[in-house]
């Protein structure tokens, strides 16, 4: 296992992020116990978890892949300092986390005490806003004229983050978090938290997880360019963009269990006829040179440079030892070259 530096932390954390959004709905306690277990002995010391989750989102899954990670740390507690333990405040939207409410100094405080407590942990290595108080351009939002930005107040915005960041000090100061990070976010989301940092001596953002992959690359180059230079380490999750990358839903299959046969809270937006064409071109150029679509698709993000650590999550034990095994591929010019024909003609299919 190769290892990156967790941004402005210091921390080293692997080129490899075990996620866990599926424990709670597509996976139990002990599925989730295996993942982890098999994660560790692979070199993995980076989980990434929120709030939120299980997915797709709902009041009854509400914390419950915190639930699981506290169970497990329970019952290992000798091995809690083996992990670099990630979670998420959900943001503004959802009726039964806080009344729906934004983030705030408030929420702030309230979301920390409540992940502590479900993670069974005195401390909590990475705290990551899930998304931003403002609309940003992610899950499909970033075509021209979805979303608008000169009728956006900066200033109030600017103003709640600062509130974020105080409590987000607070949670500091008193051991319960030792980072923070992003996720979802925009540059100028990045560059205007860092600014109030620097102004008023509080945590910098050493992180921001966005959606990355052959099918969506849309921070490249700018978002990844600000990372790098800022010294933001950049975490992409989805990398198989949903599972498509893998090819099981090309022609319209939905096998049994899989997550696009669960209702999803954004719609299976991923799913058009030109991400089909690409995945298809995708799965040929893995079939000749003997690796797994998934492989493919999992060794190109993670030989993009700027990217510290890959988020993948995986429902099976075959799932996560393929999905492991992709970084320690190394695409060849050919194969990066007839990657990058594809990427040409589809960079951002959806």
């Not at 980072?179 to 990045?190: A, Q």
């Not at 899989?258 to 298809?280: C, H, K, Y």
Request: with cysteine; aromatic share 8%.
């Amino acid at each position: 296992m190769r290892y990156a530096r967790l941004g402005s932390s210091g921390i080293e954390v692997s080129r490899v992020c075990l996620g866990s959004m599926t424990w709670g709905v597509q996976n139990n306690q002990q599925d989730a116990n295996q993942q982890i277990e098999y994660a560790l002995s692979r070199g993995i010391n980076f989980i990434d978890t929120a709030e939120m989750y299980a997915v797709p989102p709902t009041p009854d899954t509400y914390g419950k892949t915190e639930t699981i990670i506290g169970n497990w740390l329970a019952a290992n507690p000798q091995r809690r300092k083996e992990i670099v333990l990630a979670t998420k405040i959900a943001g503004g939207g959802l009726g039964w986390i806080r009344n729906g409410s934004e983030i705030s100094g408030e929420t702030v405080i309230q979301a920390v005490d409540g992940s502590l407590e479900r993670l069974q942990t005195d401390y909590i290595d990475l705290f990551q806003l899930h998304w931003p108080n403002r609309t940003s351009p992610h899950f499909a939002k970033h075509w021209p004229g979805q979303i608008g930005f000169t009728d956006v107040d900066g200033e109030a915005h600017s103003n709640q983050m600062l509130e974020i960041l105080q409590a987000l000090n607070e949670c500091v100061k008193a051991g319960k978090i030792r980072y923070c990070g992003l996720s979802d976010d925009t540059p100028w989301g990045i560059n205007e938290y860092i600014r109030l940092s620097e102004k008023h001596a509080l945590p910098r953002m050493v992180s921001i997880q966005n959606e990355f992959s052959l099918l969506h690359a849309k921070d490249w180059p700018y978002l990844i360019e600000n990372c790098v230079h800022a010294d933001v380490a950049f975490l992409p999750w989805s990398p198989l963009a949903g599972g498509a990358l893998s090819g099981k839903y090309l022609n319209g299959a939905r096998p049994e269990g899989s997550r696009w046969t669960i209702s999803q809270r954004n719609g299976l937006f991923r799913d058009n006829p030109a991400s089909e064409a690409a995945v298809t071109a995708y799965v040929d150029i893995a079939k000749a040179h003997n690796i797994t679509p998934s492989q493919l698709a999992l060794a190109w993000v993670d030989q993009v440079d700027g990217v510290a650590s890959s988020i993948i999550g995986a429902t099976s034990m075959a799932q996560l030892e393929e999905d492991i095994d992709a970084f320690d591929i190394t695409l060849s010019d050919e194969a990066l070259t007839q990657i990058g024909a594809v990427f040409k003609q589809y960079p951002v299919p959806f």
